[in-house]
């Protein structure tokens, strides 16, 4: 008895690869996106937050929002480092980091009144990118 040997042709292996390797990515870019909106909403209730708390004179819970927001910015900094986007938005995201990192300072200081400015400075920088990158108006 002779055994038959069928071949897949290399053509249909090729598409079921690329179309695999498709799916992956159109996944993990799905899922960086998603976790970019989990960043910028988080971004926006410590920004509002830290304002709130200094405002108050809470340093302890304004400090910790600014923690936050310095993680937050030094994230979106590598991804959009990482994914080939406008230089304009690492800088943005290098700059937000700077000034939570602004606000860490003034308040170990106890300077509330420097520590506030830098806390504006980081929402005025999040309308100024929003005017122009924000994916939906």
């Known amino acids: ?4 040997v069928r071949r897949t042709p290399m053509r249909l292996v090729l ?3 690329a179309a695999g390797t498709t799916l ?3 996944l993990a870019l799905a899922a960086s996106v998603l976790e970019f909106d989990r960043w910028m909403r988080a971004i926006d209730r410590n920004s509002v937050a830290v304002q709130k708390n200094l405002a108050r004179r809470d ?17 979106m900094e590598d991804y959009f480092a990482s994914d080939g986007h406008s230089p304009d938005a690492v800088q943005i995201s290098r700059d937000g ?8 300072s003034a ?3 106890s300077d509330f009144d420097t520590a506030t400015s830098a806390a504006l400075r980081i929402a005025r920088a999040c309308n100024d990118c929003h005017d122009v990158y924000k994916p939906f108006k």
């Open 97 to 104: 980091k700077e000034q939570a990192a602004a606000v860490l």
């Open 59 to 75: 340093g302890e819970t304004a400090k910790a929002n600014a923690q936050q927001l310095e993680q937050l910015y030094a994230q």
């Open 15 to 17: 598409t079921l690869l």
């Open 107 to 109: 308040i170990d200081a």
């Open 24 to 26: 992956c990515a159109s």
């Open 1 to 4: 008895m002779t055994r038959t």
